[in-house]
């Protein structure tokens, strides 16, 4: 087992009781996210992977029944942040058009580097809207 000097045993690590995944777009996501804005190149970066909590599990397979069980809602938030309108989105939504449109890795330990204590914020049209602004803005348009 490897020893490490004082100074960095004695750094409190701060564990959170979650799981995460991050998503990552596809080339599919990107080629249905370009068709919203045809006259506008998406700038490189608009396609950050999206990072999301899960409870805590304890294997590979229970991450990947979690993800089964809750892909849709990961889905529909991926989707939102580009259109606020589902009749734009792919349908149907289903696990496997999730699987080609998304790359996604699973993290089993998440810990807390920040001095605040942790917030939860409701997501509003508001918020979406600041975000396209944002994402529009970087593309020189």
């Known amino acids: 087992m490897p020893t ?4 960095v045993a004695a750094i ?3 564990i959170v009781n979650r799981c995460a995944i991050t998503v990552e777009p596809r080339q599919p996501f990107m ?6 804005q045809p006259d506008q190149p998406l700038p490189p970066g608009a396609f950050e992977p999206g990072l ?6 304890d294997s590979r ?6 993800l089964e069980q809750g892909y849709e809602e990961i889905f529909c938030s991926e989707l939102e942040t580009w259109s606020n309108d589902p009749e734009t989105w792919p349908s149907p939504r289903s696990l496997a ?8 890795r699973f993290y089993d330990l998440v810990s807390d580097q920040g001095q605040d204590p942790l917030a939860h914020y ?3 049209e508001s918020f979406l809207e600041d975000l396209r602004s944002v994402i529009n803005d970087s593309s020189g348009s």
């Open 61 to 66: 397979k229970d991450a990947i029944e979690l």
């Open 97 to 104: 058009l999730f699987h080609e449109w998304f790359a996604f």
């Open 12 to 14: 409190p690590v701060k």
């Open 31 to 36: 080629e249905w996210a370009q068709k919203l």
């Open 52 to 57: 999301y909590l899960l409870p805590l599990y």
């Open 122 to 124: 409701e997501v509003d």
């Open 4 to 7: 490490f000097p004082a100074a």
